[in-house]
């Protein structure tokens, strides 16, 4: 008996998976490459897989984690190409290593993540523009992401069944910056004692700004003690 911990990506058909679709795909993934997982033990046994930190529906990732308790110990290589055979095309075994048994389960160690978030630009926002003004346009929108990142506060209105209220991410945000091909790359907190979805970093800059663009969101890496 072994614990396998696997980093995988997830990509197009497989964004628009929920974590418990996520989650069966993987239990008959194991049973397609007879790669026998361990059971828990009760009434109602459950195959000894842990998934880090579900992801919200439509987001890409590069970074998505799982421990699993195998039955056997088999060459790394091995698992990861048999798993991958019968994967869906849109999720792949990135890397995977054997770890200690008396490891925290994956999903209570988690405290971050880390974000690539991309602004869409439109035709209509570009029509009419030769390539200097195309790239003063997006300096702008950059300008502007930055000075609203840096205030002191980021209240953004938060919306539940029950009630809306205005809350402060910026507490949740441990970084940002932006990388050379202009995406902004955010850290934030994740996990069950706190978390930020990213999506609320762009939801408030819209407001900031009074303009609804579009956008893509790729997780790049969970982080966890």
């Not at 490459?33 to 000894?48: D, F, H, Q, T, V």
């Not at 994956?106 to 926002?125: F, G, L, P, Q």
């Not at 390539?131 to 997006?138: A, G, N, S």
Request: with cysteine.
């Amino acid at each position: 008996m072994v614990k396998l911990r696997a980093v995988y990506s997830k990509s197009k058909e497989s964004m628009y998976l929920s974590h418990l679709d996520i989650m069966g795909v993987f239990e008959k993934t194991f049973r397609r490459a007879n790669i026998p997982l361990e059971y828990s033990k009760g009434y109602n046994p459950r195959p000894e897989i842990v998934f880090a930190h579900p992801l919200s529906v439509g987001i890409e990732s590069n970074g998505e984690i799982f421990e699993a308790i195998l039955v056997d110990e088999l060459p790394i290589a091995y698992v990861i190409r048999e798993l991958n055979k019968v994967l869906p095309v849109s999720i792949t075994i990135l890397s995977a290593e054997y770890i200690s048994l008396t490891e925290k389960n994956i999903m209570s160690r988690v405290y971050a993540a880390t974000y690539i978030i991309e602004i869409c630009y439109k035709n209509d926002m570009l029509i009419g523009k030769n390539k200097k003004q195309i790239e003063d346009l997006k300096m702008w929108y950059k300008s502007k992401l930055q000075e609203y990142l840096d205030q002191d506060y980021l209240l953004v209105i938060k919306k539940s069944q029950e009630r809306m209220e205005r809350i402060d991410i910026k507490t949740m945000l441990i970084s940002y910056d932006f990388l050379l091909d202009g995406n902004l790359e955010v850290t934030v907190n994740t996990g069950s004692k706190s978390n930020l979805k990213p999506d609320y970093i762009m939801v408030g800059f819209c407001e900031y700004i009074s303009q609804n663009l579009e956008y893509n969101i790729k997780r790049e890496k969970i982080l966890f003690n």
